[in-house]
Nanobody, 125 residues
Framework: QVQLMESGGGSVQSGGSLRLSCVVSRSIFTPNAMGWYRQAPGKERELVAVITSEGSSNYADSVKGRFTISSDNRKKTVTLQMYALKSEDTAVYYC???????????????????WGQGTLVTVSS
């Protein structure tokens, strides 16, 4: 199966920084877009940032200017560099990937969306 392996979560003080990383476990899966979502207690899951295989990116208004998303298509990884973290950034962050997979050599590509298990980011004031 295809899995997204997340790392980099932790606890920091307000104003600190963290770097989240996510890597695709299977080479047969080709992401078209990878990104990060987050969900805080009592709130809906929201998009934080996303980047396509072409390199275009999009950010939530709340993180623009503070977070930077990047990817490596060869390594099939995505990173989220977070600066100037605020208490409001506290949430479980989920890696997400959308792309195609070829189950067998004779199969046509199929669309697949994959989620990571989530990594907790806690920002204390």
């Amino acid at each position: 199966q295809v899995q997204l392996m997340e790392s980099g979560g932790g606890s920091v003080q307000s104003g600190g920084s963290l770097r989240l990383s996510c890597v695709v476990s299977r080479s047969i899966f080709t992401p078209n877009a990878m990104g990060w979502y987050r969900q805080a207690p009592g709130k809906e899951r929201e998009l934080v940032a996303v980047i396509t295989s072409e390199g275009s990116s999009n950010y939530a208004d709340s993180v623009k200017g503070r977070f930077t998303i990047s990817s490596d298509n060869r390594k099939k990884t995505v990173t989220l560099q977070m600066y100037a973290l605020k208490s409001e950034d506290t949430a479980v962050y989920y890696c997400n990937a959308k792309g195609t997979i070829v189950p067998t050599i004779a199969s046509a590509p199929r669309y697949l969306e994959v989620w990571g298990q989530g990594t907790l980011v806690t920002v204390s004031s």
